[in-house]
Nanobody
């Protein structure tokens, strides 16, 4: 069993900052790519940022220069530092991880349950 649990969402004013966390737990052998996606009301889920185990990152153009993804491999945790937040960043944010389980040799993508971020004055 593998679980990903997000935390850190909430209400913030435009221009403010939030830090999201996502901790993976369970029978984990290795976590490869981890990422953050978001889904705004009435829209499809979209990529926000990804980070591989070695630390290389990738960002959606809409968040470059404002968001930073990082991870702590010892804690099986990925973070998303969000700054200069805009109303259009309002969405449910989901983390995922490409995980190989203990005693397994197949990678599966696991998702968290989501955390809501609302940017409003």
């Amino acid at each position: 069993q593998v679980q990903l649990v997000e935390s850190g969402g909430g209400l913030v004013q435009p221009g403010g900052s939030l830090r999201l966390s996502c901790a993976a737990s369970g029978s984990i052998f290795r976590i490869n790519t981890m990422g953050w996606y978001r889904q705004a009301p009435g829209k499809q889920r979209e990529l926000v940022a990804t980070i591989i185990s070695g630390g290389d990152t990738n960002y959606a153009d809409s968040v470059k220069g404002r968001f930073a993804i990082s991870r702590d491999n010892a804690k099986n945790t990925v973070y998303l530092q969000m700054t200069s937040l805009k109303p259009e960043d309002t969405a449910v944010y989901y983390c995922n991880g490409d995980i190989v389980r203990v005693a397994g040799n197949v990678q599966y993508r696991y998702w968290g349950q989501g955390t809501r971020v609302t940017v409003s004055s």
